[in-house]
C-alpha cells in the first residue's frame, strides 16, 4: 500500500495534477471503457433507430458505401451497416455468458483442485492440460460438428476451451494463499475448508481473476467470429461479424462487406483490450505508473 | 523504494540518448520494405518462353486419389485426363460425339449387350512400351475390383474377351447404351499393367484388399497419356511433364501446374497479375467485374446444377410433404432471383434432374414463380396456412453458389406463402451422415455428371429400384418406385439411335418432374477464365479441362 | 529438479494417452459419416463399395476394437493412413510440420523484434507520445481478426499495389529447393540458391507479418513492464552512478535482465502458433498444419485428427516443461513441486 502513497507524492512532486483524476482511470481505461459502452448501447438500442432491418432486401445488391447505405449492400441487397451494427446483439452476448460461464466453472474446479490436492488436484489438472493441449480451433469444431451448427452449441464449444484456462488460474491463487501465515493461523483454528474459500481465498482473488476475464473477452469475441467465418457459428440469416466477413470473403472485390464487421470486431476487441491492459498496469506493481 | 520520478522525470529529457533505438526501428522498417519492394523478378509478360513456360492453373483441388482406378472427383477428371489414355475421347467441340483414342474403331451390337474395340497399334505408354489388349483388360479388372466409388461403371460386364493384342471384346449382362460414355470416362484410363503390378497393384478379385498401390500413385504415374506426373504434394500442387514419347499429337505445353487456390476471389488476383494462367472457379459474379484486357473470360453453359430435394418418407419429418406441398414449394420459388442473388445471373433454370444440354432435356417445361398457385397448392395439400420445417444442407460453395446466400434467399421467398424454413448449414461429412440414416425433409445439394450419359440421372435420383433417392425420398423401408420411370429407363439402355433415346428421356424428365421430388434451383455457367494468350481453353463433358489441348498463342 | 523433470517427462505418455483416448472418443461420437469421405456420396448406398471400403479403413469392426488396434499401431510408430490424403498420417505430418514451423519463425522473428523495439520505446519514454502509439500499434494487432487482416493485406499489397507477391510459398512457377528442413528460405540457402531464397523470404513476409502482429502486443507489453521494474533496481542505480551512460546502462544492464521473462512468453506463442495458424495458412495457401488439422477435422479424417492432436499435445507439453523450467533457472526463488 505504501507504493501508492509514494506514487501520488511522486506525481505531486513532479506537478502532475494527479489527484484529480482517480488513478485507476488512466487513458486507456476510459477510451476501452467508453468503447464498450457505445458499443453496449448500440446492442440496447438499436431496433429503435436503424435506418433499416437486419433482414430486408432494401437496395441494389453489391453496391458499394453511399449515404444511403453508409457500409453498401451485401449479396442479398441488405444493409451492411445496420447488420453490422445488430451484430453487437450477439457478439457481445455471447462474449459475456462464454467468460461468465468459464470463470465460474473454471473457479469451481480450480478450488477443489487447490483445496483438496493430492489425486483430485492431479486428475483435475490433467484433464485441464489435455484440453489445453488441443488446439482450440480443432476443439471447437469437433464439438459443433457433434452438437450440430448454431450459436448456442458454438457457445459450449468456447467454454470447454476457455475453463482451463481459470482453473489453473484459481489452483494457483489457492496454493499460495493456503501457505500464507493467517490462513495457515485459520486452518489451524479449525475453519473449515468452504469457510477458507469463501472468507480468505476468493476476495483475494477476484482481482487477477477480473483482469484475465476483461482481457478475454475480446479474445472471446475473436474466437466466436473465426467460428462463425469458418462456418461453425452463427446460423444463417441472423447477421454475426464472422459470418459476414465469410460472406465477404468470397466476394473481396466488394470489400465493404467485410470490411464493416472487420472494423466493429477491431474496436470491440481494441476496447476491452485498453480496458484490461489499463487495468492490469494499475493493478501490477511492476508496471503501476510511478 | 521505487519512486517514479528517478527514472521517468528529469532523465526522460535526454531525448538523444535514445535515438538509436528509433534507428533501429527505422531500420526494420526499412528491411521490411526492401523486401516487399525489391527483387521484382519480372516472371510474367516476357512471351519469348513461350510453351515452355509452365501454365498455371488455379483450382481448389478436391483429390480424393491420385489412382484411376480409386479416384472420383473433379480435379481428378483433369489429372487423370492428362496423364492416361483412355479407349475412346469426347470431341470437345459438341461435348457428345465420341472420338478415336487407342481404339481407332469401336462397334456395338444391336441390343447394346456387346461392344468390341479395335486398338491402334501406335499406343504406348510413357516408358515406351506398347499398350495392348492386355492393359485395357487389366486396367478395367482392377477398376472393378478395387470396388472404389467408380467401380460401378465395370457393372454388368460378364466377360472381357482379347483374342490378339489389338482387339478388346466386352460382353455385358444387360442391354447398356451408356457402356460407351462410361469407357470415355477417365477413370477408365489404362494402366501401365506391368508397372503398376510391379509396384503392387493387382487386378484379382480380391484387389480391394490385396491391391497396395494407392499410396504409390501419389508419387507416380504410369499411363500413356500425353503428360505424367512430375509431382504431387497434397494441398498445394499437381506437376504435369509433357511425354515426350507421347504416340499421339505431342501436346503444345512443357509443363503444367495446377495449384491449389482456395476461393474465387484469389483465384481472380492470381489470374490478373499473371501467377496463374487459367483460373478454373471464378464464379459469374466475380468474373462479371474483371476488366483487365490480359484476361479474357468466356461464360459457357455447364452440366452441373444445384437443387432442393424434398423427402416425405424421412424419418423426423412431421410434415405432410404430398406433392402438392412439394409442388406449392416449386411454385412459390423465385427463380430469377436466386439466380441473381447467387450468381449475378450467370445461369440457367433447369426443368428437371438431368442437366440441360443433356438428350432429351431441349423441350422440358422450365419452373415458374406463381404465387397464387402457390397458394391454392398449399391449401390443397392441407396446410393453408404454410408450415416450419428445418432445411439441413451442406454448408458449401460450388460451382459460384454459395449455399448460405442461395437458402437465405429461398427462405425469403418461401416465407411469402407462409413456409417458415429454419437454415441448418451442416459440414458435408455430417450431412451425409443424416442423409443416409434417417433421410432429410428438406435438403439442398448439387450434382455434376460423371459421364456423358443421362442414365446416370435416372440411376441416382429417379424413383427405381435401387437409387439413392428413392430410397431417400421413401424411407429406407418403402422406397419410392415410380414404375413408369423404370420402364423408360429399361428401354433407353437397349436403344440404338440417339433419336429413340432422345424421346425415351424426355417422357423420364417428365415423369421425374411429376415426381416433385428433386426442384433444380439452378443450372450454373461456368466461366472460362485465362490469360488472353492462352488458346484451347474449353469444357469438356467427360474430363473438365483436357490439359493437353492447351497451349501459348 | 532432475526428479522433478524425470516426473513430468514420464507423465507425457500418460497424458498423450489421455488425449489420444479423448481425441478417439470425441470423434468416434460425432454424427458424422467419415464414409464420405472415402466413398462417394453417390456410391453410399452400392453395399459392395461400402463393405470394401469399411473394411480397407478399419471401420467394420466395433469401436474398442479400432481404438485397441489404433494404440497398438501408435506404439509400433505407425499413425495409419489418412482418409483423405491417402498417405501415411507420419509422412503427412513430416511435410506439412516444416511449413508451419517456418511461418511461425518468420512470426516470431517478426514480433520478437518489433515487440523488443516497441517494448523499449515504450519503457524509456514511458507517458509520451511515443509510449501511447507504440501501445495502439500493439494492441491493434491483437485485436484483429487474423483472417480480416490477412484478406485486407493480401487485397491491398498483393492485388491492387503487387508490392507483395500473393498466397503460396514460392512464384507459382517455380520449384522449391530440394528438402533439407523442409523450410524453403533454410533450404534455399543451403542450397546457396538466392534466387529462390529471395522468392520465399517474399512470399513469407505478409502472412507472418499478420500472425506475427498478433502476438507482436503480448511481447511489446511485456518488455516495457519488465524493462520498467529492472530500471529500477539498485544495480541499474549503481550502473548509472558510475557515470555510464543511458544506452550502455539500457543495453548491458536493464535489457538483458528484463529479457528472462520474454523468453518464457516467447515459448508460449510459439506453442500457440504452431497450431493456432489455422486460418492464416488457409487465406494465404501454406499446406501447414493448421489447415491439415482443419481440413481433417472438415472429413472427418480420424487418423489424421489424432496425428494433429498427438503432435499438438507433444508441443503443448513439451513447451510448457520448457517454459516451466526457464522460470526456475531464472528465479531460484520458484520451487518446483
Known sequence: ?290 | MHSGYEFGGPQMKNVKKSRWLIALFALAAVAMLAVACGGDDDSGGSTSAGNDKPLVIARDMDINSMDPSRAYCDTCQIYLSATYDTLIGLDPKDNKTFIPRVAEKWEGNADRTQYTFHLNKKANFADGTALTATDVKWSFERLANVKGSAAYFMDGITSIDIPDPQTVIIKLAASDSSFLAKVNATYAGIINSKVAAANGATNGKDADTTDKAEAWFLKNSAGGGPYTLANYTEGAEIRLARNDKYWGDKPALKEVIIKQVKDAVTQRQQLETGDADIAMQLDPDTAKKVNNKSVTIKEVPSFNFVYIALSPGAKDNKIDLNSNIREAVRAALDYDGIIQVTLGGGGKKQAAAIPNGFLGTKNLPLPKRDLVKAKQLLKDGGQPNGFEIDAIYPNVNVYGVDFNTMMQKIQSDLAEVGIKLKLQPVEFTVWVAKIRGDGIPFTAVYFAPDHTDPIQYVQYFGMVPGSPWSARAGGKATPLINQAEVDLSAKALAANSDEEREKLYESIGKEMIKDAIHLPIVNPNLELAYRSNIDGMHYSACCNLEVARLKRK | MGTYVLRRVLMMPVLLLGLVTVAFIVSRTVPADPLSTVVSERQLSNPVVVHAAEKRWGLDKPLPAQYVIYVRNLLRGDMGTSFRTKQNVRQDLEDRLPVTVELTLASMAIAVTVGLVLGILAAVRRNSWVDHVARLFALFGSSLPVFWTGLFLLYIFYARLGWFPGPGRLDPRAVGPDKVTGMYTVDSLLAGDLGTFWDALQHIALPSFVLGWAVMGIISRLVRASLLEVLNQDYVRTARAKGLTERSVIITHALRNALIPVLTIIGISFAVLITGAVLTESIFSWPGIGSYAVDSSRALDFPAIMGVSILGGVIFLVTNLVTDMTYVLVDPRIRLS
Open chain 1, 1 to 290: 500500500m505504501t507504493a501508492d502513497i509514494r506514487t501520488l507524492e511522486a506525481g505531486l512532486e513532479l506537478g502532475r495534477p494527479v489527484a484529480r483524476v482517480p488513478a485507476w482511470l488512466t487513458l486507456p481505461v476510459g477510451v476501452g471503457a467508453a468503447i464498450i459502452l457505445v458499443w453496449v448501447l448500440v446492442a440496447l438500442t438499436i431496433s429503435w433507430w436503424a435506418p433499416y432491418g437486419p433482414l430486408a432486401t432494401v437496395g441494389t445488391r453489391l453496391t458499394g458505401p453511399s449515404w444511403n447505405h453508409l457500409a453498401g449492400t451485401d449479396a442479398l441487397g441488405r444493409d451492411v451497416f445496420t447488420r453490422t451494427l445488430y451484430g453487437t446483439r450477439s457478439s457481445l452476448p455471447i462474449a459475456g455468458i462464454v467468460i461468465a460461464v468459464a470463470v465460474v466453472i473454471g473457479c469451481v474446479i480450480g478450488a477443489v483442485a487447490g483445496l483438496f490436492g493430492g489425486w483430485v488436484d492431479s486428475f483435475l489438472m490433467r484433464i485441464s492440460d489435455i484440453t489445453l493441449a488441443f488446439p482450440p480451433i480443432l476443439l471447437a469444431m469437433t464439438v459443433t460438428a457433434s452438437l450440430g451448427p448454431g450459436l448456442r452449441n458454438a457457445l459450449f464449444a468456447m467454454v470447454v476451451v476457455w475453463w482451463p484456462v481459470y482453473a489453473r488460474l484459481l489452483r494457483a491463487q489457492v496454493i499460495s494463499v493456503k501457505q500464507q501465515d493467517h490462513v495457515t493461523a485459520a486452518t489451524a483454528m479449525g475453519a473449515g475448508r468452504m469457510r477458507l474459500l469463501v472468507r480468505h481465498i476468493l476476495p483475494l482473488s477476484m482481482t487477477p481473476i477480473l483482469v484475465n476475464a476483461t482481457m478475454d473477452f475480446g479474445q472471446v469475441v475473436l474466437l466466436a467470429a473465426s467460428l462463425s467465418f469458418i462456418g461453425l457459428g452463427a446460423l444463417p440469416p441472423s447477421p454475426e461479424w464472422g459470418s459476414m466477413i465469410s460472406e465477404g470473403s468470397v466476394r473481396f472485390y466488394e470489400w465493404w462487406i467485410a470490411a464493416a464487421p472487420g472494423l466493429a470486431i477491431l474496436t470491440v476487441v481494441l476496447g476491452f483490450n485498453f480496458l484490461g491492459d489499463g487495468v492490469r498496469d494499475f493493478l501490477d506493481p511492476r508496471t503501476r505508473r510511478r
